[in-house]
């Protein structure tokens, strides 16, 4: 049973330049939320999606911005890259009991580690 | 403002000491809490899962608690050994969202 696969593993941009980041969820869950790690401190929540939509947004200016794809995988997309935006960007999968609003938990990917020169 | 903290943020113990990492949250209504573990550089692994109707979760050497009451949880570690040096992050998805919240974590250092 495959974990959640992100990719690129590492990725180096220059500012100014656009990047987009994949994503696949672990089988069985249908939801994927995007986070970013700076160093040395705790995930910060950038976005989910559920259903081919943002159900809820942190935080983050508009040139973060992302899509899920019907077979439940999904893209983040940043766009006029800052120095700031380098970091660790993490994606996690999770399944929400229709109705209830109740989830299992996440499962995490291993990120991918974007440097912005 | 929903919020999750850690005390302490970095913490060293000899090999097979018992320990207790400490997470705090402002709101009580909660969903879940979650217990992470990350290496440096690397994604986070779950530990445990305490859904809002539970009072504790074990899996091996590690106990987690939950009390919504007063706000906190504490993973307990028992036996330690060098390999669980690591970063601890507890993570809270509170009621009303969709998004979980992170502490800072703890980052944990054993010795051998």
């Known amino acids: 049973d495959a974990g959640v696969t992100q990719s690129p593993t590492h990725l180096i941009k220059t500012r100014g330049q656009q990047v987009t980041l994949r994503c696949s969820p672990k089988?069985?869950?249908?939801?994927v939320s995007w986070y970013q790690q700076a160093l040395g401190q705790g995930p910060q929540f950038i976005f989910q999606?559920?259903?081919?939509?943002?159900?809820q947004r942190g935080n983050f200016p508009d040139r973060f911005s992302g899509h899920q794809f019907p077979n439940y995988s999904s893209e983040l997309n940043v766009n006029a890259l800052l120095l700031g935006d380098s970091a660790l960007y993490l994606c996690?999968?999770?399944?929400?009991?229709?109705?209830?609003?109740?989830?299992?938990?996440?499962?995490f990917g291993s990120g991918t580690r974007l440097t912005v020169v | 403002k929903q919020e999750v903290t850690q005390i302490p943020a970095a913490l060293s113990v000899p090999e097979g000491e018992n320990l207790v990492l400490n997470c705090s949250f402002t709101?009580?209504?909660?969903?879940?809490l979650q217990w992470f573990r990350q290496d440096p550089g690397k994604g986070l692994t779950s530990l445990l899962l305490?859904?809002?109707?539970?009072r504790e979760q074990t899996s091996g050497r590690l106990n987690a608690s939950l009390d919504k009451s007063s706000g906190r949880s504490t993973l307990y570690i028992a036996a330690s050994q060098p390999g669980d040096s690591a970063t601890y992050l507890c993570?809270?998805?509170?009621?009303?969202?969709?998004?979980?919240?992170f502490g800072a974590g703890t980052r944990l250092f054993v010795k051998a």
């Open positions: 305490i859904q809002s109707s539970q």
């Open positions: 089988s069985g869950h249908d939801t």
């Open positions: 999606y559920y259903e081919e939509e943002e159900r």
């Open positions: 709101d009580s209504a909660i969903y879940n």
């Open positions: 996690a999968s999770s399944f929400m009991t229709p109705g209830t609003g109740a989830d299992y938990g996440y499962t």
């Open positions: 993570a809270v998805r509170f009621t009303g969202g969709f998004k979980t919240i």
